[in-house]
T-cell receptor, first 116, second 114 residues
């Protein structure tokens, strides 16, 4: 079984500053993928970034980077230079990569508010 | 910019009525997922298909829910009869399949059952 824990129900950050959203996971799968999605108030789920457990380097996509610490089972999302449009819910998710269901298991999410 | 489309975006219905939600996956994607989002349970997988064949529907209440893919461009999720506890946002997602596949979500259908 897989489990995602996001311990921060809400986070606040000043515009142009960096913010880290925490995600820890638990799995018995030897290889797995970690995903982050953004859900703005309009409701759609937007894919942000992916990290494979086998990747040697941390993933980056523009202002998003993933601080992956395999031994600690954490996959924190770092958003640099926050913008007002970054205000949204952020979900961490994972799936196993060796057989079994391809479903994504999601955390409860973190609500990020970017203040001007 | 290819996107998953879902209809309707909002649906209000009365208990006992049939509800049909539709999804058009991104062209070329052969894997379609149905998720449900509620405040209490968060996001949960209901079912998913590959090449129109169901692979996992273990998250779906079998007595009232059914999911199908009549063709490669259309996936449907039906609830009959609907109940107030079915009120949720239902997301469709699609992907190319494969071990590192990313799932791209549609805008969701917000269902309210009175």
């Amino acid at each position: 079984a897989q489990k995602i824990t996001q311990t921060q129900p809400g986070m606040f950050v000043q515009e142009k500053e960096a913010v880290t959203l925490d995600c820890t996971y638990d799995t018995s799968d030897p290889s797995y993928g970690l995903f982050w999605y953004k859900q703005p108030s309009s409701g759609e789920m937007i894919f942000l970034i992916y990290q494979g457990s086998y990747d040697q380097q941390n993933a980056t996509e523009g202002r998003y980077s993933l601080n992956f610490q395999k031994a600690r089972k954490s996959a924190n999302l770092v958003i640099s230079a926050s913008q007002l449009g970054d205000s949204a819910m952020y979900f961490c998710a994972m799936r196993g990569l060796q057989g079994g269901s391809e479903k994504l298991v999601f955390g409860k999410g973190t609500k990020l508010t970017v203040n001007p | 910019d290819a996107r998953v489309t879902q209809t309707p975006r909002d649906k209000v219905t009365e208990m006992g009525q049939e509800v049909t939600m539709r999804c058009q996956p991104i062209l070329g994607h052969n894997t379609v997922f149905w998720y449900r989002q509620t405040m209490m349970q968060g996001l949960e997988l209901l079912a998913y298909f590959r090449n129109r064949a169901p692979l996992d529907d273990s998250g779906m209440p079998k007595d009232r829910f059914s999911a199908e893919m009549p063709d490669a461009t259309l996936a449907t999720l039906k609830i009959q009869p609907s109940e107030p506890r079915d009120s949720a946002v239902y997301f469709c997602a699609s992907g190319r399949g494969g071990r590192t596949d990313t799932q791209y979500f549609g805008p969701g259908t917000r269902l309210t059952v009175l």
